[in-house]
């Protein structure tokens, strides 16, 4: 993470929010990066939730805190940065959430070039 200028966390939905890995992660990188001076200030972060029903925006959320309370920076896309579906490839058919994916990676990958040149 520390070498890299963008960083993608995406997660399933379990029980209204992220599995305990993902908060795992959260908890112990974002004290070290604090602790050490700030090692992700100003890269720019993008949080992906695939989803069944709910709970899509607390860990959406979730991870977006991490990301803003290491100062990155957080692009948006033409909706929340969500897919829908149960089974193995039923996030394929979600046509918004696959158009919200596309829109999100043109703004990243834009912000990214206007960071790094």
Known sequence: MMHADGI???SPVY???VPA?????????????KANGG???RKVG???????????IHAFDTIN???LI??????????????FGLEKGDVDRDAEGIQT??????????????LCS
């Not at 957080?74 to 897919?83: D, E, I, L, M």
């Not at 994916?101 to 070039?113: E, R």
Request: proline share 2%; hydrophobic share 55%.
């Open 8 to 10: 993608i966390m995406g």
């Open 15 to 17: 029980f209204t929010s």
């Open 21 to 33: 890995e993902m908060k795992a992660l959260i908890d112990r990188a974002g004290m070290v990066c």
């Open 39 to 41: 090692l992700l200030q």
């Open 46 to 56: 993008v949080a992906v939730i695939a989803v069944r029903r709910g709970g899509q």
């Open 65 to 67: 805190h991490f990301f």
């Open 70 to 83: 290491n100062e990155m920076i957080v692009p948006g896309s033409s909706y929340w940065n969500f897919a």
């Open 101 to 114: 994916m596309q829109v999100l990676g043109q703004n990243m990958a834009w912000l990214l070039k206007k």
